[in-house]
Structure formats: structure tokens, C-alpha cells
């Protein structure tokens, strides 16, 4: 499905690579799916749901969460190119 996504949402969509997780926009939400063998993680998910699941909780944003974790958060297209690559 072909749909705009906002800026405000592209974030999601970088914490979940960074995780391995491939977060796809549908009609009614988001699917969190795993890498690897495809399964759902969860379906029908709220901004709040998937930042959530990325250990984005009460003031902490998704890139802190994933520098908290660890994870280098992509600081130019390149680097999210690539991140998305990898899943």
C-alpha cells in the first residue's frame, strides 16, 4: 500500500530498523514485524504502541532509547539508507 508518510512518523520507522524490526504502515496501524523468518509482533500499532516497543517510555525520545541501547541513531540519509538496508 502506497501511502505519504509524515516526517513526524520516519523516526518509528529508523527505531524499528535499528531493533531489526521492520515496521510497516497499513490501513489500520502499523505491523512490528521481526527479522529474519517474517512473523507479526504486533499489528494495529499506535505511534505510542511502537515507540513503546522500542523502549521510547514516558519522556524519553526514540533516538534516546536507542543511544541508551546502544545503537548509533543515523544523522544523515546515507545512514538511514543503510540502516534500512540491513533489514
Not at 26 to 47: I, K, L, N
Amino acid at each position: 500500500m502506497d501511502r505519504d508518510l509524515h516526517p513526524a512518523k520516519s523516526p518509528l520507522f529508523i527505531a524499528a530498523a535499528l531493533r531489526g524490526f521492520r515496521l510497516q504502515d497499513t490501513p489500520d496501524g502499523r505491523a512490528y514485524r521481526s527479522d529474519g523468518p517474517e512473523r507479526v509482533v504486533a499489528d494495529g500499532v499506535t505511534f505510542k504502541d511502537v515507540a513503546n516497543l522500542c523502549g521510547a517510555t514516558g519522556g524519553t525520545t526514540l533516538r534516546e532509547a536507542a543511544e541508551r541501547d546502544g545503537l548509533t541513531w543515523p544523522t544523515f540519509p546515507e545512514a538511514f539508507l543503510a540502516v534500512v538496508h540491513k533489514i
